[in-house]
């Protein structure tokens, strides 16, 4: 799996310190790439999928010079700036917890997958974010777990998929637990 380095801090600490400076006001960094896209600063294709007080849920953007990218690769991440999953307070894990689920379910019954994972890795962007992505029928084993989005055949998009990935989970998502299940902005 690929990882962005979003946030200038280069490990957990640094993180941390970013974090204690910053205001309480807007319990965020200037420089962290997940707290820009909560602003408003970075482009999410498809928009948010969901969003309240403790989380946002959308799917990956392109990076870099991509032109694609895999479908079905899913973030849910806190709003407040938080570096591990062990600084979470309890309403925050339990939003988590729940949104990964329910994304879990999504994209198996919108996108056909046959599997779905959940990662949080932390290293390259210190602010809480779970990679939900699925995995396709047909997958190699090879390419199970970690890999799943480095197959060459599974399915990618630009723009326009993601956005039709992104409406797709936001109409599931508001079918099956209410319209505030697709709360957004």
Request: charged share 25%; net charge negative.
């Amino acid at each position: 799996m690929t990882v962005f380095n979003g946030c200038l801090q280069q490990n957990r600490h640094a993180a941390r310190d970013c974090n204690e400076r910053s205001t309480m006001s807007d319990n965020t960094t200037s420089e962290c790439l997940v707290c820009r896209k909560h602003r408003g600063e970075v482009a999410v294709p498809g928009g948010i999928i969901f969003e309240d007080d403790l989380i946002t849920v959308s799917h990956a953007q392109l990076w870099g010079e991509e032109k694609d990218h895999y479908l079905g690769h899913v973030f849910v991440e806190t709003k407040r700036h938080v570096s591990e999953l062990a600084d979470l307070s309890e309403q925050e894990a339990q939003a988590v917890g729940l949104y990964s689920s329910r994304v879990a379910k999504a994209l198996l019954q919108t996108e056909g997958m046959e599997h779905v994972y959940t990662f949080f890795i932390g290293d390259g962007v210190p602010h809480v974010h779970v990679h939900v992505i699925g995995r396709y029928p047909g997958a190699p084993r090879e390419y199970w777990g970690p890999k799943v989005d480095d197959w060459p055949e599974a399915p990618r998009g630009g723009e326009a998929e993601i956005a039709l990935v992104a409406d797709r989970l936001r109409a599931y998502l508001r079918e099956h637990y209410g319209p505030m299940a697709s709360h957004i902005r």
